[in-house]
């Protein structure tokens, strides 16, 4: 049975804020889905941008099979820092898995998939809403 380590946070990522306790439940039904241990998770500084204990977890790999952040939106933000992340966990023989989008990073070949999300969701911070679209078309926008 793969022994997987969660990874949570006690700060808001993205604009989203969840509990901590919510996080362990969706990583915990998640690891019991795929036929995972569960282990304790470790829960990252509340500072913006810290990822001091992903990086902890890192060096740590060798006692685990692999990392289960509650997202992959709480990979660094830095696309560089993101993509050295996710190398280092395949370079070590190991997985990364994302118990709330439920998919799993297993070679290199799938990183690129952890890459567009963050590109895509990073771009919709700059979408306007629908009434921005209403100014802009000079009326009202109907949903339907």
Known sequence: MKKLRGYIFSRAFLGERVPQAVQNLVIRDYCQRIGAQFLLSASEYAMDD????????????????GLVPYSLFQLPADRESRLRALTRVIAAGKEMHFALEGFAVRSEAQIPRVDDMWRVKQALADCPVSTDLAAYAGGTVFAG
């Open 50 to 65: 810290s990822h001091l204990i992903l990086e902890h977890l890192l060096d740590e790999l060798d006692s685990v099979d």
